[in-house]
């Protein structure tokens, strides 16, 4: 059973930045692609970035410029670089993987991420 596991989340203040990191079991060469959804309190979940085993890479139009998600092949490990951060970034951020597009077969416990104004 693949298990993501993330880290990086925390508290930080409108305009700042956070990186958040989630570590796969297995190879991540064996995975179609790798992505990031969020949840805000009352809101459904959504997508926020995936990245494809080719390196190809899609943003939601809210963070486009402002998050990049890139991967470390060697170290299983899929990233997302959050900048400019703001308070409707506030979220619990799943770090998820699978073979579709976008993935969803296989989900972490979440990282929470707070954006004070």
């Known amino acids: 059973q693949v298990q993501l596991v993330e880290s990086g989340g925390g508290l930080v203040q409108a305009g700042g930045s956070l990186r958040l990191s989630c570590a796969t079991s297995g190879s991540i060469l064996r995975i179609n692609a790798m992505g990031w959804y969020r949840q805000a309190p009352g809101k459904q979940r959504e997508l926020v970035a995936y990245?494809?085993?080719?390196?190809?890479?899609n943003y939601v139009d809210s963070v486009k410029g402002r998050f990049t998600i890139s991967r470390d092949n060697a170290k299983n490990t899929v990233f997302l670089q959050m900048n400019s951060l703001k308070p409707e970034d506030t979220g619990v951020y799943y770090c998820?993987?699978?073979?579709?597009?976008?993935?969803?077969?296989?989900w972490g416990q979440g990282t929470q991420v707070t954006v004070s104004s």
């Open positions: 990245i494809t085993r080719v390196g190809g890479t």
């Open positions: 998820t993987s699978g073979m579709t597009i976008p993935p969803d077969a296989n």
